[in-house]
């Protein structure tokens, strides 16, 4: 039988693993290969065949047809569920069925003791049909539980006579209704299962219609297929998927009939025996012929009917009650946890129970065990053995006086709380007083009678043990003397035989060994000298293959991905062209381009900038690299060579060891072999310190040579990489150019086309309210005059917004500029005049000469400051260190790099000129003489760095030469005068040199005068052309002459152009080329010679001779070299350190630890320490010292924090660290979720005795607490700059003075008073810089990007809320003119997240309600605008945005206010979003509210073994291992 019953539990788990697969339409199949449903056949002894088959299907009766429906996947997954439960139900109840009839009784109980496991209160992340029903059992229980305590503690006061109060409990019956009444859930449910098409969905909605008058009963917010109900413990939310079908729990027949059909026998008996009788149970079995359905009952129902047949059986009988709380979750021992007990108690009522109890009186004595109890408390006389309550008075009124403590009942006492327990201390004082008093006197009489027995004792065993003692010590002393004798004369023999045949054998084996060694070592170096050679080979000729092959497919691949995405772009901008919606939304969005434009612009500008910035960082950083580079190659090459030196001592000895024991082979000569061993020995150890001196002589020279060339050749590398870096990094600069320049060019195309399809005489009007310059076509139009320093100061400095010169002619371009409208005859400074010509319709190819010339004018003036300034910095150089006139150097290396590639545009440029104009002799002339003069200039450069290099070498070749030959002693050189007269011929070298520098000068002088006069010519004759032009354009009036004369001027212009720009890139290139001829001059005077210095109107500027580029990158004498510390061994990556020390190194790594010194070091380097001390706490499995450390750890930086809340730098650390130590616990808990990324090496050190999940825990809790400090802090800084940066700050020029007419006066003042403590022109820029002070900081600790993202999105909201709800209150602020100034002003922040990357990750979209109220505030207001309006105004509330449109104030005198019936448009459109807007219905923005904070996960690439302590730390109790 047991087998049997394993068996059918066997085929359920079986059955549940049977997959269900998708078939050809609505329906399921069972794979063939299914080997769970093959083993359920076998184990429940049924047809495989026809069990695959009624798991997907269902039979359906129709009268007298029967048809065979297949089911779907979801249907069928429900059946073989269902039939698993009605299985594993049969069985329980058989199981139950047969452990009652063995416990029956023939005759009828009168009394019985049942034992009820109730079910625990159940609430998950998903709560279904089980969760419910358990929850419902819950309510009915405790419902009887708070009315049984209630009652007994009622009538315990009733019967005793003590007056009470009636207390009120909770009552849960409306919860209870709720569930089971009618038109409750459990109904709607009922009915819902009975309905042909039910879903969980409908009935769902039925809950939400019929059950919303129950208080218990609510509908979440984000959801339409879960409801909550309020139970007594807490609100639990149901999701009403598998609602329906768990309470149905539906079996087919033909399911039945197999399993009657089994081969099993109690299998087959359990599905038998309900025809015989068998009490239901809770699953159903759907009949296939038309039986009734209305005698089934659902899950639901039996469920209620059998909780109502259980409370009936509790109501009749006496309950006992026993609680049962878990001390913790984890099941740990001698662990409790509060908060998870208060939890308990509270979902189990106990709580209230006590509150009951409590109000009352809980402690209770009958008057004989009072007596008992407390007998000790009184004195004979007041004991009357009667009349025990006159008794108990007494002792009562001795220890408490106050009579409402206590109350006496007619056989009880009844205390309130905590008198009983201070009785309990009055009767164990008086009992510990009595007992003392006995044990005294008991314990002095044993003590006294042991001491004297014990006395006695010893006396008399002293006295034989000392007795035997001597007479054993005389007998051993005797016997050890003779011992020693017999074992000298055969311990000397012994070891004499040994000793001779030891060194025999040893002689013999040490001989083959080194002769087979040599050989073996000799063979493995010819071998190995061959493969390298065979090596070095091969792995060249693959490396240029594979170079050649892959830069040929990369340069392919590019060119056919480039003309792919051009193609693409170009047909994509054609189509947005061609949209008339486009249009509209480029005119609208006008504003938003503008200032893109001028974001780019500060955004290439500050791109530049960076470059610079990091490539004075790589050059620092790359020289301490060298520098600790060749350090380490030193230490490398000391250390092999003083293993070298020790094997060499150890040969010495073995050869010293070998001669003492020759010469002691002759005993009859061993005084005489001693001696001669210990002179040999002295004077060993002498010739070994010797050759230890000389050694290490030797390594200093070696290694000061091999440091000097090692620093020549790693400056040499390092120069030559920055020099390409560079060289990549500016063409990158220059392709962000070319781009910046394409785009702007395609945005003047689309708005030129935006022109011509908009074009009309009617009056436009842009988003601003502005109105454009346009009008009827034959309308005469102004030009104010062509100055070139006025458009340039207006470009540059206002170009910005609506109100700009830019966007104006952008937009005018079209009807406003004409050809007849330019002066061509008087483009100098200073012309005013003014010409009024009527505008043809097609112009604008001269808005692009236009804009181009301002470009070449605002080019020149850029060009003649810059020289400026190259001319004041030449003229006031002072005298650099080595330092400086090494970078220097290097800097004129890397122009040297760009003025080659410069070179090389130049030439390109040139050459397509003079392609472009083959008939015209003067540019081929002129192009001849320049490439002359470029290959003239070329060759003397060549011979000027081949001079310098000549001297150069033979500079370093002296210096080498006297360091060999003389070594310190370098002051012999010069005894015949040597140097001075090679001094002399190098003074005679430079003289010839700078007279061929000077002539050299003087013919780039005459080729430049040749340049500027042909330039000058040039210019005269384009004055003389476009006089001329003009005169005949003023006389022309045919329209084909015109056009010729337009297509004429627009090709001279060109040419005027492309002449004029390139004269400014020769005399420009002229210029390059003469400061470096300056710059060579300098370098071949100071390269006379390094011994003496000369003055400075002999020399060079700086005053002296410059240092040998090889001293540049060594370090000075008496400099502490950095250390770098050899790994000898393979590190475990842990620190181990005494307890003793733990409070040290909590001090110095945390307490001790500045933000200043922190910065220097590997960023999270603390935490790095301190996990390492854990791995090594895990390694050695101390539970105690694991729990010290990490407690000392969490108490410190929560003490650190406490003391430095202010300091921004600080919390900023701490938040970092913090992080990366619970970082690394994730990484090597060795949990596999957290070991995706790690490396083999990584997983070998997880943590393998400690689970420290609850300590990463308290960790995070510490991390959000530092986490909104550095918010507090942050917001506290920018919170005076958010109104004058956003609000008040006025960047636009010429919109200071558009505000609202009564709003200037005196309120004006104060509100800048009130609100303004930073001076508004000054506080955008004081707000960028804070915000890019927070982001270096965090940067700079090493903060994870994810979290910086997390706090600037919460900055950002700050900033939005302050000064969304200053607008919402200020009038004043409320007009077009600011709205303006408000988006350009926050279009800076956008452009901050885009240079600090954070633009990706949402930042700015905390940023979107001020943005559209500053939108609002421009957009037009009329009725065709109200839906525009309502789909532009999403992230602000209804109220928001009718308080704005009701605060907003004409600019000036040519606006309306809103209309009234605007604003009920407005609001009546808002109604439908309002409905669902109810987070959003307050008028003011919650300025305390907060993002919920992520930690993300982020593992360490750094590898534990390779961490080491700075020496800075002075952490010396620390030992790696």
């Given at each position: 039988?047991q087998?049997q019953?394993?068996?059918?539990?066997?085929?359920?788990?079986h059955?549940?693993?049977?997959?269900?697969?998708?078939?050809?339409?609505?329906?399921?199949?069972?794979s063939?290969?299914?080997?769970?449903?093959?083993?359920?056949?076998?184990?429940?002894?049924?047809?495989?065949?026809?069990?695959r088959?009624?798991?997907?299907?269902?039979?359906?009766?129709?009268?007298?047809?029967?048809?065979?429906?297949?089911?779907i996947?979801?249907?069928?997954?429900?059946?073989?569920?269902?039939?698993?439960?009605h299985?594993?139900?049969?069985l329980?109840?058989?199981?139950?069925?047969?452990?009652?009839?063995?416990?029956?009784?023939?005759?009828?109980?009168?009394?019985?003791?049942?034992?009820?496991?109730?079910?625990?209160?159940?609430?998950?992340?998903i709560?279904?049909?089980?969760?419910?029903?358990?929850?419902?059992?819950?309510?009915?229980?405790?419902q009887?539980?708070?009315?049984h305590?209630?009652?007994?503690?009622q009538?315990?006061?009733?019967?005793?006579?003590?007056?009470?109060?009636?207390?009120?409990?909770?009552?849960?019956?409306?919860?209870?209704d709720?569930?089971?009444?009618?038109?409750?859930?459990?109904?709607?449910?009922?009915?819902?299962?009975?309905?042909?098409?039910?879903s969980?969905?409908?009935?769902?909605?039925k809950?939400?219609?019929?059950?919303?008058?129950?208080?218990?009963f609510s509908k979440?917010?984000l959801?339409?297929t879960?409801?909550?109900?309020?139970?007594f413990?807490d609100k639990?939310g149901?999701e009403?998927?598998?609602f329906?079908?768990k309470?149905r729990?539906?079996?087919?027949?033909?399911q039945?009939?197999?399993?009657?059909s089994?081969?099993?026998?109690?299998?087959?008996?359990?599905?038998?025996?309900?025809?015989k009788?068998?009490?239901?149970?809770?699953?159903?079995v759907?009949?296939?012929?038309?039986?009734?359905?209305?005698?089934?009952?659902?899950?639901?129902?039996?469920f209620?009917?059998?909780?109502?047949?259980?409370?009936?059986?509790?109501?009749s009988?006496?309950?006992?009650?026993?609680?049962?709380?878990?001390?913790?979750?984890?099941?740990?021992?001698?662990?409790?946890?509060?908060?998870?007990?208060?939890?308990?108690?509270?979902?189990c009522?106990?709580?209230?129970?006590?509150?009951?109890?409590?109000?009352?009186?809980?402690?209770?004595?009958?008057y004989?065990?009072?007596?008992?109890?407390?007998?000790v408390l009184?004195?004979?006389?007041?004991?009357?053995?009667?009349d025990?309550?006159?008794?108990?008075?007494?002792?009562?009124?001795?220890?408490?006086?106050?009579?409402?403590?206590?109350?006496?009942?007619?056989?009880?006492?009844?205390?309130?709380?905590?008198?009983?327990?201070?009785?309990?201390?009055?009767?164990?004082?008086?009992?510990?007083?009595?007992?003392?008093?006995?044990q005294?006197?008991?314990?002095?009489?044993?003590?006294?009678?042991?001491?004297r027995t014990?006395?006695?004792?010893?006396l008399?065993?002293?006295?034989?043990?000392?007795?035997?003692?001597a007479?054993?010590?005389?007998?051993h002393?005797?016997?050890?003397a003779?011992?020693?004798?017999?074992?000298?004369a055969?311990?000397?023999?012994v070891?004499?035989?040994q000793?001779?045949r030891l060194?025999?054998?040893?002689?013999?084996?040490?001989?083959?060994?080194?002769?087979a060694?040599?050989?073996?070592?000799?063979?493995?170096?010819?071998?190995?000298?061959a493969?390298?050679?065979?090596q070095?080979?091969?792995?060249?000729?693959?490396?240029?293959?594979?170079?050649?092959?892959?830069?040929?497919?990369i340069?392919?691949?590019?060119?056919m991905v480039?003309?792919?995405?051009?193609?693409?772009?170009?047909?994509?901008?054609?189509?947005?062209?061609?949209?008339?919606?486009?249009?509209?939304?480029?005119?609208?969005g006008?504003?938003?381009?503008?200032?893109?434009?001028?974001?780019?612009?500060t955004?290439?500008?500050l791109?530049?900038g960076?470059?610079?910035?990091?490539?004075?960082?790589?050059?620092?950083?790359?020289?301490?690299?060298?520098?600790?580079k060749?350090?380490?190659?030193?230490?490398?090459?000391?250390?092999?060579?003083?293993?070298?030196?020790?094997?060499?001592v150890?040969?010495?000895?073995?050869e010293?060891e070998?001669?003492?024991?020759?010469?002691?082979?002759?005993?009859?000569?061993?005084?005489r072999?001693?001696?001669?061993?210990?002179?040999l020995?002295?004077?060993?150890n002498?010739?070994?310190?010797?050759?230890?001196?000389?050694?290490?002589?030797?390594?200093?020279?070696e290694?000061?040579?091999?440091?000097?060339?090692?620093?020549?050749?790693?400056y040499?590398?390092?120069?030559?990489q920055?020099?390409?870096?560079?060289?990549?990094?500016?063409?990158?600069?220059?392709?962000?150019?070319?781009?910046?320049?394409?785009?702007?060019?395609?945005?003047?195309?689309?708005?030129?086309?935006?022109?011509?399809?908009?074009?009309?005489?009617?009056?436009?009007?842009?988003?601003?309210?502005?109105?454009?310059?346009?009008g009827?076509?034959?309308?005469p139009?102004?030009l104010?005059?062509?100055?070139?320093?006025?458009?340039n100061?207006?470009i540059?400095?206002?170009?910005?917004?609506?109100?700009?010169v830019?966007?104006r002619?952008?937009?005018?371009?079209d009807?406003?500029?004409?050809?007849?409208s330019?002066?061509?005859?008087?483009?100098?400074?200073?012309?005013?005049?003014?010409?009024?010509?009527?505008?043809?319709?097609k112009?604008?190819d001269?808005?692009?000469?236009?804009?181009?010339?301002?470009?070449?004018?605002?080019?020149?003036?850029?060009?003649?400051?810059?020289?400026k300034?190259?001319?004041?910095?030449?003229?006031?150089?002072s005298?650099?260190?080595?330092?400086?006139?090494?970078?220097?150097?290097?800097?004129?290396q890397?122009?040297?790099?760009?003025?080659?590639?410069?070179?090389?545009?130049?030439?390109?440029?040139?050459k397509?000129?003079?392609?472009?104009?083959?008939?015209?002799?003067?540019?081929?002339?002129?192009m001849?003489?320049?490439?002359?003069?470029?290959?003239?200039?070329?060759r003397?450069?060549?011979e000027?760095?081949?001079?310098?290099?000549?001297?150069?070498?033979?500079?370093?070749?002296?210096?080498?030469?006297?360091?060999?030959?003389y070594?310190?002693?370098?002051?012999?050189?010069?005894?015949?005068?040597?140097?001075?007269?090679?001094?002399?011929?190098?003074?005679?070298?430079?003289?010839?040199?700078?007279?061929?520098?000077?002539?050299?000068k003087?013919?780039y002088?005459?080729?430049?005068?040749?340049?500027?006069?042909?330039?000058?010519?040039?210019?005269?004759?384009?004055?003389r052309?476009?006089?001329?032009?003009?005169?005949?354009?003023?006389?022309?009036?045919?329209?084909?002459?015109?056009?010729?004369?337009?297509s004429e001027i627009?090709?001279?212009?060109?040419?005027?152009?492309?002449l004029?720009g390139?004269?400014?890139?020769?005399?420009?290139?002229?210029?390059?080329?003469?400061?470096?001829l300056?710059?060579?001059?300098?370098?071949?005077k100071?390269?006379g010679?390094?011994?003496?210095?000369?003055?400075s109107?002999?020399?060079?500027?700086?005053?002296g001779?410059?240092?040998?580029?090889?001293?540049?990158?060594?370090?000075?004498?008496?400099e502490?070299m950095?250390?770098?510390?050899?790994?000898?061994?393979?590190?475990?990556g842990m620190f181990e350190?005494?307890?003793?020390?733990?409070?040290?190194?909590?001090?110095?790594?945390i307490?001790e630890?500045k933000?200043?010194v922190?910065?220097?070091?590997?960023?999270?380097?603390?935490a790095?320490?301190?996990?390492?001390?854990?791995?090594?706490t895990?390694?050695?499995?101390?539970?105690?010292?694991v729990?010290?450390?990490?407690?000392?750890?969490?108490?410190?930086?929560?003490?650190?924090?406490?003391?430095?809340?202010e300091?921004?730098?600080?919390?900023?650390?701490?938040?970092?660290?913090?992080?990366?130590?619970?970082?690394?616990?994730k990484?090597?808990?060795?949990?596999?979720?957290?070991?995706?990324?790690?490396?083999?090496?990584?997983?070998?050190?997880?943590?393998?005795?400690?689970?420290?999940?609850?300590?990463?825990?308290?960790?995070?809790?510490?991390a959000?607490?530092?986490y909104?400090?550095?918010?507090?802090?942050?917001?506290?800084?920018?919170?005076?700059?958010i109104?004058?940066s956003?609000?008040?700050?006025?960047a636009?020029?010429?919109?200071?003075?558009?505000?609202?007419?009564?709003?200037?006066?005196?309120?004006?003042?104060?509100?800048?008073?009130?609100?303004?403590?930073?001076?508004?022109?000054?506080?955008?820029?004081?707000?960028?810089?804070?915000?890019?002070?927070?982001?270096?900081?965090?940067?700079?600790?090493?903060?994870?990007?994810?979290?910086?993202?997390?706090?600037?999105?919460?900055?950002?909201?700050?900033?939005?809320?302050?000064?969304l709800?200053?607008?919402?209150?200020?009038?004043?602020?409320?007009?077009?003119?600011?709205?303006m100034?408000?988006?350009?002003?926050?279009?800076?922040?956008?452009?901050?997240?885009?240079?600090m990357?954070l633009?990706?990750?949402g930042?700015?979209?905390?940023?979107?309600?001020?943005?559209?109220?500053?939108?609002?505030?421009?957009?037009?207001?009329?009725?065709?605008d109200?839906?525009?309006?309502c789909?532009?105004?999403?992230?602000?509330?209804v109220?928001?945005?009718i308080?704005?449109?009701?605060?907003y104030?004409?600019?000036?005198?040519?606006?309306?206010?809103?209309?009234?019936?605007?604003?009920?448009?407005?609001q009546?459109?808002?109604?439908?979003?309002?409905?669902?807007?109810?987070?959003?219905?307050?008028?003011?923005?919650?300025?305390?509210?907060?993002?919920?904070?992520?930690?993300?996960?982020?593992?360490?690439?750094?590898?534990?073994?390779?961490?080491?302590?700075?020496?800075?730390?002075?952490?010396?109790?620390?030992?790696?291992?």
């Open positions: 039988m087998e019953i394993f068996r059918i539990l066997a085929g359920i788990l059955l549940g693993n049977v997959v269900l697969e998708e078939g050809n339409g609505d329906s399921s199949a069972i063939p290969r299914d080997k769970s449903l093959q083993t359920v056949s076998e184990l429940l002894g049924i047809d495989l065949e026809d069990i088959k009624w798991l997907c299907n269902r039979k359906i009766v129709s009268g007298r047809e029967v048809f065979t429906k297949p089911m996947l979801t249907e069928a997954v429900f059946s073989r569920d269902a039939l698993s439960k299985i594993y139900a049969k329980f109840d058989w199981i139950v069925t047969q452990i009652n009839k063995c416990f029956a009784a023939k005759a009828k109980p009168y009394r019985f003791i049942g034992v009820l496991d109730i079910y625990g209160f159940e609430t998950f992340e709560n279904s049909f089980e969760q419910f029903c358990i929850n419902y059992a819950n309510e009915k229980l405790q009887q539980f708070n009315q305590v209630f009652k007994l503690e009538e315990e006061y009733v019967k005793e006579q003590i007056e009470w109060e009636f207390i009120n409990f909770y009552d849960n019956q409306p919860c209870i709720l569930i089971e009444s009618k038109l409750g859930i459990l109904d709607l449910l009922d009915e819902e299962c009975r309905m042909p098409r039910g969980d969905q409908s009935w769902v909605e809950l939400y219609d019929k059950c919303k008058k129950w208080e218990h979440p917010r959801s339409n879960s409801f909550l109900i309020a139970h413990a639990v149901y009403c998927a598998g329906l079908e309470n729990d539906t079996v087919s027949e033909e039945i009939n197999i399993l009657k089994s081969q099993i026998a109690l299998v087959h008996s359990l599905f038998t025996e309900k025809e009788g068998a009490p239901p149970t809770k699953v159903k759907l009949p296939t012929g038309s039986k009734s359905k209305q005698m089934r009952k659902t899950v639901g129902s039996q209620r009917d059998s909780l109502n047949l259980l409370m009936m059986t509790l109501n009988t006496t309950p006992h009650y026993v609680r049962c709380i878990k001390p913790n979750d984890d099941k740990m021992a001698f662990t409790f946890d509060p908060t998870r007990a208060i939890q308990q108690l509270r979902a009522g106990v709580l209230e129970t006590v509150r009951i109890s409590a109000a009352g009186y809980p402690s209770r004595w009958t004989h065990e009072f007596f008992c109890r407390y007998r009184c004195n004979s006389k007041d004991i009357k053995r009667n025990m309550r006159l008794t108990c008075e007494k002792i009562i009124s001795n220890m408490i006086n106050d009579e409402d403590k206590f109350k006496f009942g007619r056989t009880k006492i009844f205390f309130r709380a905590g008198q009983v327990a201070y009785m309990e201390k009055l009767r164990a004082d008086r009992l510990s007083a009595c007992g003392v008093m006995i005294k006197h008991v314990r002095m009489f044993l003590h006294r009678n042991r001491y014990m006395r006695r004792a010893a008399t065993i002293q006295k034989y043990t000392r007795g035997l003692k007479r054993r010590h005389v007998h002393i005797r016997r050890t003779a011992a020693i004798k017999i074992q000298a055969i311990r000397g023999w070891k004499r035989v000793y001779k060194v025999y054998t040893v002689t013999q084996l040490q001989a083959h060994a080194r002769g060694r040599a050989r073996e070592r000799y063979q493995h170096m010819r071998r190995v000298k493969a390298i050679v065979i070095k080979n091969v792995r060249k000729w693959q490396a240029v293959y594979h170079y050649k092959m892959a830069m040929g497919g340069i392919i691949l590019q060119g480039r003309c792919f995405l051009a193609r693409k772009q170009l047909k994509k901008l054609k189509i947005e062209a061609r949209s008339v919606e486009h249009q509209r939304k480029l005119n609208k006008l504003e938003n381009k503008i200032i893109s434009l001028q974001q780019k612009l955004e290439a500008k791109e530049v960076n470059v610079k910035t990091y490539k004075e960082e790589i050059v620092t950083l790359k020289e301490q690299l060298s520098e600790m060749g350090v380490e190659t030193q230490l490398k090459n000391s250390s092999n060579r003083v293993s070298e030196l020790e094997a060499m150890a040969k010495l000895t073995q010293v070998a001669e003492r024991g020759e010469k002691m082979d002759v005993l009859s000569e061993k005084e072999a001693e001696k001669e061993n210990r002179e020995v002295e004077k060993l002498a010739e070994n310190a010797k050759l230890t001196e000389e050694l290490m002589t030797a390594k200093k020279q290694a000061k040579k091999e440091g000097e060339e090692l620093l020549k050749r790693k040499e590398a390092e120069k030559q920055m020099i390409m870096e560079y060289s990549e990094e500016k063409s990158s600069y220059q392709r962000l150019l070319k781009e910046f320049n394409r785009l702007e060019q395609k945005n003047e195309q689309m708005e030129e086309q935006m022109a011509k399809m908009m074009g009309g005489n009617s009056h436009k009007r842009t988003a601003s309210n502005v109105s454009n310059l346009s009827a076509s034959d309308a139009t102004e104010v005059r062509d100055d070139a320093s006025e458009f100061s207006i540059v400095d206002d170009d910005v917004g609506y109100g700009s830019r966007s002619a952008s937009e005018a371009s009807n406003s500029r004409n050809l007849e330019i002066d061509w005859g008087s483009p100098q400074k200073g012309d005013t005049s003014e010409i009024r010509i009527p505008v043809p319709e112009v604008e001269i808005t692009l000469v236009l804009q181009l010339q301002n470009k070449v004018r605002e080019l020149e003036k850029e060009r003649r400051t810059m020289a300034r190259i001319d004041q910095l030449e003229s006031s150089s005298p650099l260190d080595d330092s400086q006139h090494a970078q220097e150097l290097i800097r004129l890397e122009l040297e790099m760009e003025n080659a590639k410069l070179k090389d545009d130049l030439n390109r440029l040139r397509s000129i003079a392609d472009s104009e083959p008939q015209n002799n003067r540019i081929q002339e002129f001849k003489q320049f490439e002359a003069l470029q290959d003239e200039l070329e003397r450069r060549e000027c760095i081949q001079l310098r290099t000549v001297l150069a070498n033979r500079a370093h070749d002296l210096r080498s030469l006297t360091q060999s030959s070594g310190k002693d370098v002051d012999i050189v010069n005894e015949d005068g040597e140097l001075a007269i090679a001094y002399q011929t190098q003074k005679q070298v430079n003289r010839q040199l700078e007279d061929e520098l000077k002539s050299e003087q013919r002088r005459e080729a430049e005068t040749e340049y500027k006069s042909e330039l000058d010519r040039l210019r005269r004759d384009n004055d052309q476009q006089k001329l032009l003009a005169q005949n354009l003023t006389k022309g009036g045919g329209s084909q002459p015109e056009t010729l004369l337009q627009m090709r001279l212009t060109s040419e005027n152009l492309n004029q390139q004269v400014d890139n020769l005399t420009e290139q002229l210029k390059k080329y003469k400061r470096s300056k710059a060579y001059a300098k370098k071949i100071e390269s010679g390094t011994g003496s210095k000369r003055s109107t002999h020399g060079s500027p700086y005053g001779d410059p240092p040998d580029l090889l001293d540049v990158a060594a370090p000075a004498e008496g502490a950095p250390v770098i510390r050899k790994k000898e061994r393979d590190y475990m350190y005494d307890r003793r020390d733990e409070m040290q190194i909590i001090r110095v790594l307490y630890l933000p200043r922190a910065v220097t070091f590997l960023p999270g380097l603390p790095y320490i301190l996990f390492m001390c854990i791995r090594h895990d390694h050695i499995n101390d539970d105690e010292k729990r010290s450390l990490l407690n000392n750890i969490v108490n410190g930086v929560k003490r650190v924090i406490k003391k430095r809340h300091d921004l730098d600080s919390t900023v650390l701490w938040l970092s660290n913090t992080l990366r130590l619970l970082h690394n616990l990484q090597y808990s060795g949990d596999k979720a957290f070991q995706a990324e790690n490396t083999v090496k990584q997983n070998e050190q997880s943590l393998k005795n400690f689970d420290l999940s609850e300590y990463r825990q308290v960790l995070s809790d510490i959000v607490w530092i909104n400090g550095v918010i507090k802090l942050m917001e506290e800084k920018v919170q005076p700059l109104v004058p956003i609000l008040e700050h006025e636009i020029a010429g919109l200071s003075g558009n505000k609202p007419g009564g709003m200037r006066g005196r309120a004006g003042s104060v509100a800048r008073e009130l609100e303004s403590p930073v001076e508004p022109q000054k506080a955008l820029d004081l707000l960028l810089k804070e915000m890019t002070q927070f982001y270096r900081t965090l940067a700079m600790f090493g903060t994870d990007p994810e979290l910086i993202t997390q706090v600037f999105r919460q900055i950002f909201y700050f900033i939005c809320a302050g000064s709800n200053n607008l919402l209150l200020r009038k004043d602020m409320c007009h077009w003119s600011k709205g100034q408000i988006r350009y002003n926050l279009s800076h922040l956008e452009q901050w997240t885009r240079d990357r633009h990706e990750a930042v700015t979209d905390t940023l979107a309600p001020i943005i559209q109220a500053a939108q609002l505030l421009q957009a037009r207001k009329t009725d065709d109200v839906n525009s309006i789909d532009m105004c999403d992230k602000l509330s109220s928001q945005i308080k704005i449109l009701n605060l104030t004409p600019a000036d005198e040519f606006e309306e206010r809103v209309p009234i019936s605007f604003i009920h448009k407005i009546n459109k808002l109604q439908e979003r309002a409905e669902g807007e109810q987070a959003q219905a307050t008028l003011l923005m919650n300025t305390k509210f907060a993002f919920p904070v992520r930690f993300p996960f982020n593992p360490s690439s750094i590898h534990l073994e390779d961490i080491e302590l700075p020496e800075s730390l002075n952490l010396i109790m620390l030992k790696k291992v």
